[in-house]
Nanobody
Framework: VQLVESGGGLVQAGGSLRLSCAAS??????YGWFRHASGKEREFIAA??????TYYNDSMKDRFTISRDNAEKSYLHIGNLKPEDSDVYYC?????????????????WGQGTRVTVSS
């Protein structure tokens, strides 16, 4: 399975961004997004199952929206960007939604896309 992210870059605070993740190789049960910067713990953002059930980090659900289409692509929309959102964002996928249960890990990861928010 290969996951390829796109959509990162430099944006101004207050703006919005949509990250995309394209999957190939097999049908997947769920997609998720994390962010992780050097020296910090990896942070779960959101996940979405194949049938559209969504799961969010409670601290992020007001500005982050996960979605997917029928072509094995997932999206993460980030609104009202803040400088503290600057990070490397990773797409992930699991064979089933269980991969996103507490204590579990996704089966597949993308290479990451960097988002930098200027103040």
């Amino acid at each position: 399975v290969q996951l390829v992210e796109s959509g990162g870059g430099l944006v101004q605070a207050g703006g919005s961004l949509r990250l995309s993740c394209a999957a190939s190789g097999r049908t997947l049960g769920a997609y998720g997004w994390f962010r992780h910067a050097s020296g910090k713990e990896r942070e779960f953002i959101a996940a979405i199952s194949r049938v559209g059930n969504t799961y969010y980090n409670d601290s992020m659900k007001d500005r982050f929206t996960i979605s997917r289409d029928n072509a094995e692509k997932s999206y993460l929309h980030i609104g009202n960007l803040k400088p503290e959102d600057s990070d490397v964002y990773y797409c992930s996928a699991g064979r089933s939604p269980v991969a996103y249960y507490p204590g579990r890990n996704p089966d597949y990861w993308g290479q990451g896309t960097r988002v930098t928010v200027s103040s």
